[in-house]
């Protein structure tokens, strides 16, 4: 039974998220919903924490990655995305220790969004050489990331 509701359950994502990403974001949440009724998963919690974001409901999906978090503490998304929802706050002395977190997470496949959020505060902070390492280290995790090699140069202009 609960084998069932697992499977069933990850359907239910999957289908929130081909919503999500085709705009039906109000459709998405109900499935993402019904997919954490059936089988409450961090990914579940962390997508719609996503989700609200496309809506800019940052407290709420800061809320749901703090959810995601204690249903597993080794998901690296939810401390991103927590560290980016408050960067989109203006909150980034707050989002620094989640980002660093995320930067630690031990099941996360993309740790270079937490290197490039980092480096976008330290920007932003005037802290201009330390944004410049955190973009290399970015591109030493990504090297094809476009975007971060793009804010690394833009930012070197700037500093020459």
Not at 42 to 59: H, R, V
Not at 106 to 123: C, G, T, V
Request: proline share 4%; glycine share 4%.
């Amino acid at each position: 039974m609960e084998f069932d509701s697992l499977k069933k359950a990850e359907e239910l994502l999957k289908k929130a998220y081909k919503l999500q990403m085709n705009g039906n974001v109000k459709k998405a949440i109900e499935l993402y919903e019904e997919s954490i009724e059936l089988y409450p998963t961090a990914e579940a919690y962390t997508f719609m924490g996503w989700a609200y974001s496309f809506e800019k409901e940052y407290i709420r999906a800061i809320e749901l990655c703090k959810i995601a978090i204690e249903v597993d503490p080794d998901f690296g998304n939810p401390y991103n995305d927590i560290g980016a929802y408050l960067v989109e706050l203006k909150r980034f002395d707050e989002a620094i220790p989640w980002l660093k977190k995320a930067m630690k997470a031990k099941r996360y496949e993309s740790h270079h969004f937490p290197h490039l959020n980092y480096a976008r505060i330290l920007e932003k902070q005037g802290k201009w050489l330390e944004a410049l390492e955190e973009y290399k280290a970015t591109l030493r995790i990504e090297p094809s990331y476009e975007l971060a090699e793009k804010a690394y140069w833009n930012l070197v202009k700037k500093v020459n």
